[in-house]
């Protein structure tokens, strides 16, 4: 099971010029291997960028790409890394929903397609990471 991380499925929502073509045929390779999955951080981000008509439960499914709820586990792990997050010294903003998309991941899947591997990688050691970009 692979996770997505909210930009990749951005990217090919809105036929974003410069990375849709790449977020797709990552997509595509995912699913030809396995299950596609994404939490309810990624959804709340995703829907929150639709047209209020759309309804995103009903676009993945389309996509064949899965919801699957973040555990109790990941969602501590999450704010346990979000707390380390908050004592470094770092000049970019991170929200809390990238630390639930992270633990998702590493704790429940065996990779993130994403194109904010550097972020994902400092964080959540040992996580795989697909990069449509690379």
Excluded: W
């Excluded at 595509?28 to 959804?43: H, I, N, P, R, T």
């Excluded at 929903?97 to 590493?106: D, N, R, V």
């Amino acid at each position: 099971m692979i996770a997505l991380d909210s930009s990749v499925l951005i990217d090919t929502l809105i036929a974003d010029p410069r990375f849709a073509q790449a977020s797709e045929a990552c997509i595509e390779q995912a699913l030809a291997k396995g299950e596609v999955v994404v939490c309810e951080a990624v959804v709340a981000e995703v829907q929150a960028m639709l047209d209020t008509k759309a309804n995103l439960m009903e676009v993945l499914e389309q996509l064949g790409i899965r919801y699957e709820p973040t555990s109790q586990t990941a969602a501590m792990r999450a704010g346990h890394m979000y707390q380390r997050f908050g004592s470094r010294a770092e000049k970019r903003e991170r929200v809390m929903a990238e630390f639930l998309i992270g633990a998702h991941a590493l704790l429940q899947c065996s990779a993130l397609i994403t194109r904010d591997s550097a972020f994902y990688r400092d964080y959540f050691k040992g996580l795989k990471i697909i990069d449509p970009t690379h």
